[in-house]
Nanobody
Framework: QLQVVESGGGLVQPGGSLRLSCAASGFSLGSYAIAWFRQAPGKEREGVSCISSRGSTTYGDSVRGRFTISRDNAKNSVFLQMHRLKPDDTGDYYC??????????????????????WGQGTQVTISS
């Protein structure tokens, strides 16, 4: 089955860290741009970060300097390392993979049918 699967979510106190993973199965992530999106309860989905097939990175203003996206093509995975987490970071986090869109476009494409693959999400809760 061709899919991307997110993992690594959980409950963390403010100021803590989490590392999310996006793993591909059935295809190689190497030629895809991968983006992370999040959606908080009652809020619109927003693009968080993106990494191109060549490793160039893009970040949303609210996470720049706190989150780091990386990829390990040997593991067929992309990671989102999140530090200094805030309650506003709470939400469902999704990864999306696309073979044609550049990161500047993919990170703005918040519709699930707007990319080649879209995961089921992993929940992140930041609370004391």
């Amino acid at each position: 089955q061709l899919q991307v699967v997110e993992s690594g979510g959980g409950l963390v106190q403010p100021g803590g860290s989490l590392r999310l993973s996006c793993a591909a199965s059935g295809f190689s992530l190497g030629s895809y741009a991968i983006a992370w999106f999040r959606q908080a309860p009652g809020k619109e989905r927003e693009g968080v970060s993106c990494i191109s097939s060549r490793g160039s990175t893009t970040y949303g203003d609210s996470v720049r300097g706190r989150f780091t996206i990386s990829r390990d093509n040997a593991k067929n995975s992309v990671f989102l390392q999140m530090h200094r987490l805030k309650p506003d970071d709470t939400g469902d986090y999704y990864c999306a993979a696309d073979s044609t869109l550049p990161c500047w476009a993919l990170i703005r494409n918040t519709e699930k049918d707007g990319s080649d693959y879209w995961g089921q999400g992993t929940q992140v809760t930041i609370s004391s």
